[in-house]
């Protein structure tokens, strides 16, 4: 019999997560994109989970990427909309359409930053937020997610 395929979770990173270890450091860390992508592969194998990573610095692409994880049956979302998160209600539509269990990470904290970045309306079609954790953020979101989703640990 056919092993079938693990199950998928979207891995989205907003503008300018393509630009990690090189944009303000002090505030994002050294950590490149490529280092959050091999942390979530690693992270999401742990739970016999396949992470799909993609980064786009375009709103309608990112929303695009939504779609296709509903029209693939992904398991999850973890994403970084980056500033999109302060001013993307359309991102936040396609969120709430697909009805995908979602864990919105920022890798500063928000909340410590301008008072625009204080409202995320991806956080709000999401069921938890993790932000100010550098790109550990993205390892404690797939284990939230695994938690939610009833992926166990594989030892």
Known sequence: MAQSPAATIYVL?????????????EKYGHSSLADVEKLCVETAA?????ADCRQSNREGELIEFI???HAKKA???IINAGGYSHTSIALHDALVAVKIPTVEVH???????????????????????????GIDG??????????????????
């Open 75 to 77: 398991v999850g979302i």
């Open 46 to 50: 742990q739970f016999g989970l396949t």
């Open 67 to 69: 779609h296709e994880a």
């Open 138 to 155: 993205y390892r404690l979101a797939i284990n939230g997610l695994a938690a939610k989703i009833g992926a166990k640990a594989k030892t």
């Open 13 to 25: 990173n907003g503008p300018n997560l393509n630009m990690l270890g090189i944009r303000e450091p």
């Open 107 to 133: 890798i500063s904290n928000i909340h410590a930053r301008e008072s625009f970045r204080h409202h995320s309306f991806t956080a709000m079609a999401a069921f938890a937020s993790l932000c100010g954790f």
